[in-house]
């Protein structure tokens, strides 16, 4: 139903001659509000559409007629050996990477192909990155309050003019990342670990609709590892989140959904002990 729902649009959307820059964002915005602006729509339960998506460099395929859907609230593990083509995955969803061929949709009104980056982070996707970039002179507060200012040269002195609600946000997220404590600490005093979870705080505080995360336990202690997992495991159902991770542990102990990418494609897709014990998957990837 998604798929061809999705095909459908598409195919929709070429007959009616529509070219991208003009694409069905600026039709849903004549009939009512932008959807940059007003989010996507998922009402189908499903938040991400990716059809068909080949990236090629120099004539090799990085994503090979990808295709893939990510439900509303959903907590998706992506793995896959190195070069499966996770972090252009990521690059084409976030704007960053044009395909040559496919579409992408976020939720049934936003076509991410016919829009910028600013534009999709805008309209609900954040994207952490694997090394974290926290503000690390300036404390845990001002951290969260900056990415909430947008704009980086109005930052200062901001909290004395936050509303109530906007408050409320930044303490409801201190508690989410477990640094209620130290919020007057600068962000450079925190341990590896509490400065990922900062940087979640802080894409948190756009209240994004997909998350994407890539590699967030890398060098985190075991306990840390744990509490991401318990982080994550927390946000989904309100937020959709795609998790690109290497440690097996931490993919086992979020428990979801898991897909495995290889060479561009989907390898193989569903619960964590059902792809560890698919042969295709033990030769390209766990036996590596
Ligand atoms: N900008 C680029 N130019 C050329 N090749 C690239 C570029 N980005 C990625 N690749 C290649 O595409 C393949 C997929 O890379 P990537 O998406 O980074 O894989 P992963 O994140 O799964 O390790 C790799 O073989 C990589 O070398
Ligand atoms: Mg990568």
Redesign the pocket.
Known sequence: MNMASARLRAALARLSGRSRSAGPARVGAMLGGDPLVTGPDASHGVILYLEDITVS??G?K?LDALTLYIEAGELRCII?P???????MMDVITGKTRPDQGSAWFGQTIDLLAHTEPEIAQAGIGRKFQKPTVFERHSVLENLELSMAGDRSVWRGLFARLSPLERERIEEVLEIIALTGRRHEPAGALSHGQKQWLEIGMLLMQNPRLLLVDEPVAGMTPQETERTAELLTALAGRHSIVVVEHDMDFVRSIARRVTV?HEGRVLADGPMEQVQADPKVIEVYLGE
């Open positions: 460099f120099d090799f990085a896959g190195n070069g499966a083509g996770k972090t252009t990418l």
